[in-house]
């Protein structure tokens, strides 16, 4: 089973969501969003410069930068 960053999953591609490596502030900001085990998310849309990412989580579509997508690993579906 390959595991990679959230900031590496290609535009399109769903993955389920293993653990995350942040801490403190940011992983409790990463979990209120739904960033939880087990979550399917989706790389929907980089930015024109390619930072921030847009995600699709549990309904809801979602930016992240690409260092607190890269705190998020993933496996890809």
């Known amino acids: 089973m390959k595991v990679l960053p959230l900031s590496e999953l290609p535009i399109g591609q769903w993955g389920r969501v293993v653990s995350l490596k942040a801490r403190g502030m940011t992983r ?36 992240l930068r690409r260092e607190e997508a890269g705190q998020v690993l993933v496996t890809p579906l």
């Not at 409790?28 to 085990?37: A, E, H, K, S």
């Not at 980089?46 to 930016?63: F, K, N, T, V």
């Open 28 to 63: 409790c900001r990463l979990l209120d969003l739904g960033l939880v085990p087990d979550t399917p998310v989706q790389a929907v849309r980089r930015s024109p410069l390619g930072d921030p990412i847009a995600y699709r989580i549990r309904g809801a579509l979602i930016a």
